[in-house]
């Protein structure tokens, strides 16, 4: 599990913003449910504890498959073009109405802060659509903090026994 959250807060989280997985973590995700499955199959596992490890294993893998959803924009193209059109369309129909005795430096004060207005309100819309990337991205906070609380227990626990990963989560056995 160490390694697991090591890999997410190392790799995965930069991959998300490309809405892909990162493969790092993919050895850790298929040891951790070797081990549940081994665990399983030997039945010497008291039930209310096996249950709170296969509880724990979903809530991991569901929590995976959310973030990675997140990481998937989710408003489509034809909308953002739809509203760049509309408020273009605006602007367009308030700088050719406008009343003739409203003077010009008027007209375009009124023109260039709604424009602005419109222009920052989509930039933050398309930004706030990608999660783990741009201006406002979810950094990894949280799993960081896991990460290395888990590496702190692992490591006081089994002082002499090395992770099978360094300390940003990569197999040690993939490494050439």
Do not use: H
Not at 102 to 113: A, E, P, S
Not at 120 to 130: E, I, S, T
């Amino acid at each position: 599990m160490t390694c697991y959250a090591l890999a997410v807060s190392s790799y995965e989280w930069d991959t998300m913003a490309d809405s892909r997985t990162a493969p790092e973590v993919s050895p850790w995700t298929a040891s951790i449910r070797g081990g549940v499955s081994d665990l399983v199959a030997a039945e010497t596992v008291p039930t209310p504890v096996l249950s709170a490890i296969l509880t724990a294993d979903r809530d991991r893998g569901e929590a995976r498959s959310k973030r990675l959803t997140e990481a998937n924009p989710a408003i489509p193209t034809p909308l953002k073009i739809l509203l760049v059109v509309t408020a273009s369309a605006g602007l367009f129909a308030l700088a050719t109405f406008t009343l003739p005795n409203v003077r010009r430096r008027v007209q375009l004060g009124v023109l260039i802060t709604l424009g602005s207005v419109f222009t920052l309100f989509l930039a933050v819309m398309a930004d706030m659509d990608r999660p783990y990337d741009g201006a406002i991205a979810l950094p990894p906070r949280d799993i960081t903090r896991v990460s290395g609380d888990l590496l702190e227990d692992y490591r006081a626990e089994y002082p002499t026994v090395p992770l099978p990963c360094d300390d940003t989560g990569r197999s040690l056995e993939t490494e050439s």
